[in-house]
C-alpha cells in the first residue's frame, strides 16, 4: 500500500508547490494519521521514508 501511495502523494505536492511557485521545490514531506506518521524525503531516483507508530494502548494514571 505505501509502495505505490507515498510516491503519487509526494508528486502531486511536488506539482502543487511548482505551480504555486516555480522557484521552489518539495524537500520534505510529513504525513499524519490517526495513528502513524510518516516522514518522506523525496530523491531522484528513491525516496526516503520514516514511520513512526504511535502507541495507542490505554493508558491507566494511578491517583496517589
Known sequence: ??????PMLTKKAETIIEDID???SLSFMRIKSRNCEYMVIPGDDFYVM???????T??????K
Do not use: F, G
Request: proline fraction near 9%.
Open 22 to 24: 516555480p522557484t521552489n
Open 1 to 6: 500500500l505505501l509502495r505505490n501511495t507515498i
Open 50 to 56: 520514516s514511520v513512526q507508530v504511535e502507541d495507542i
Open 58 to 63: 490505554p493508558k491507566v494514571i494511578e491517583k
